[in-house]
T-cell receptor, first 116, second 113 residues
Framework: AQSVAQPEDQVNVAEGNPLTVKCTYS??????LFWYVQYPNRGLQFLLK??????LVKGSYGFEAEFNKSQTSFHLKKPSALVSDSALYFC??????????????FGIGTKLQVIP | GAVVSQHPSRVICKSGTSVKIECRSL??????MFWYRQFPKKSLMLMAT?????????EQGVEKDKFLINHASLTLSTLTVTSAHPEDSSFYIC?????????FGQGTRLTVV
């Protein structure tokens, strides 16, 4: 069974400071890894993904994530936080396989609060 | 990225009535769509996998007679909450995948009064 852990329920960071939202996973083989962001009463928006290749993945809105195979982690980062980044962030894993039927497993979510 | 449209975004219904939620893939065909339920401050719970032209696959603990899923075409899946009760009030989200990543609808906030 695959699982995703987001150890922090909430992360507070001052505007302009770097931010990190942590994610670790447990899955057999090499999964696809994703980050999604959710604003209040909205669906999830895709931020970035790791498929293969460079361990540092760059995504939307200046976010990036670093894949660390030995630590089975995929932490989300941004060099300089904006107040508008305040939202709920989900890490997700999906097994490698053909077709669109592979289930995505989500972490419980981390609320990011950027303080002006 | 691909677009998944969900409708309605918000619905209030009386207890005992049924509510239908639509999920459409606008620029790709989706033989499979997923329905999730999100509780306050909780992660997404996968309810069922919707398969075009066949029966949906429900996760353990999800009542198939309560949450009816129909995937009649390659671009449309519907979730009907039958005989809704206040405990069914929640945020429901659908997703579909044209490739590796999943794209999500805007979500539907269901309130049963």
């Amino acid at each position: 069974a695959q699982s995703v852990a987001q150890p922090e329920d909430q992360v507070n960071v001052a505007e302009g400071n770097p931010l990190t939202v942590k994610c670790t996973y447990s899955v057999s083989g090499n999964p696809y890894l994703f980050w999604y962001v959710q604003y209040p009463n909205r669906g999830l928006q895709f931020l970035l993904k790791y498929i293969t290749g460079d361990n540092l993945v760059k995504g939307s809105y200046g976010f990036e994530a670093e894949f660390n195979k030995s630590q089975t982690s995929f932490h989300l980062k941004k060099p300089s936080a904006l107040v508008s980044d305040s939202a709920l962030y989900f890490c997700a894993v999906r097994p490698r396989g053909a077709g669109g039927y592979q289930k995505v497993t989500f972490g419980i979510g981390t609320k990011l609060q950027v303080i002006p | 990225g691909a677009v998944v449209s969900q409708h309605p975004s918000r619905v209030i219904c009386k207890s005992g009535t049924s509510v239908k939620i639509e999920c459409r893939s606008l620029d790709f065909q989706a033989t499979t769509m997923f329905w999730y339920r999100q509780f306050p401050k909780k992660s997404l719970m996968l309810m069922a996998t919707s398969n075009e032209g066949s029966k949906a696959t429900y996760e353990q603990g999800v009542e198939k007679d309560k949450f009816l899923i129909n995937h009649a075409s390659l671009t449309l899946s519907t979730l009907t909450v039958t005989s809704a009760h206040p405990e069914d009030s929640s945020f429901y989200i659908c997703s579909a995948s044209p490739g590796r990543e999943a794209f999500f609808g805007q979500g539907t906030r269901l309130t049963v009064v």
